[in-house]
Nanobody, 117 residues
Framework: QVQLVESGGGLVQPGGSLRLSCAAS????????MGWYRQAPGKEREWVAS???????SYVGSLKDRFTISRDNAENTVDLQMNSLKPEDTAVYYC???????????WGKGTLVTVSS
C-alpha cells in the first residue's frame, strides 16, 4: 500500500523560508511523478509543482521564482523549498505521487503552512 507522509510545515513569518519533505513508502519502484498541491482556507486545492523520476520540474507560474522542488529517488522522497513566503502562501500542502502511465494519484494527508507575523 502506497503511503505518502509530509513533514516540515509550521508557522513562519512573512519573508521567511520553509522546507517541506514527503516520504513515500510501499511503492516498490519509485513513483514516476511526484509533486505538491496546496489548499488555502476557503479555496480549492491547486497544483504547485511536480518533478519526474528523471528530474524534470514544472511549477505553477506565479511560484516558480520562490519555490523549488527536488527529489531523492534512492530515498523515495520529494522536497519543496519555499522562500520569500507570503501570507497568501498559507495553506495545507499535500504531497502527491503517480506511477508511470497511470492516472491514479496517491496523496498524503497534508502539512499546514502558516505565514503570519
Amino acid at each position: 500500500q502506497v503511503q505518502l507522509v509530509e513533514s516540515g510545515g509550521g508557522l513562519v513569518q512573512p519573508g521567511g523560508s520553509l522546507r517541506l519533505s514527503c516520504a513515500a513508502s510501499g511503492t516498490g519502484n519509485s513513483l514516476y511523478l511526484m509533486g505538491w498541491y496546496r489548499q488555502a482556507p476557503g479555496k480549492e486545492r491547486e497544483w504547485v509543482a511536480s518533478i519526474t523520476l528523471g528530474g524534470i520540474t514544472s511549477y505553477v507560474g506565479s511560484l516558480k521564482d520562490r519555490f523549488t522542488i527536488s527529489r531523492d529517488n534512492a530515498e523515495n522522497t520529494v522536497d519543496l523549498q519555499m522562500n520569500s513566503l507570503k501570507p497568501e502562501d498559507t495553506a495545507v500542502y499535500y504531497c502527491t505521487g503517480r506511477r508511470y502511465a497511470s492516472d491514479v494519484n496517491y496523496w498524503g494527508k497534508g502539512t499546514l503552512v502558516t505565514v503570519s507575523s
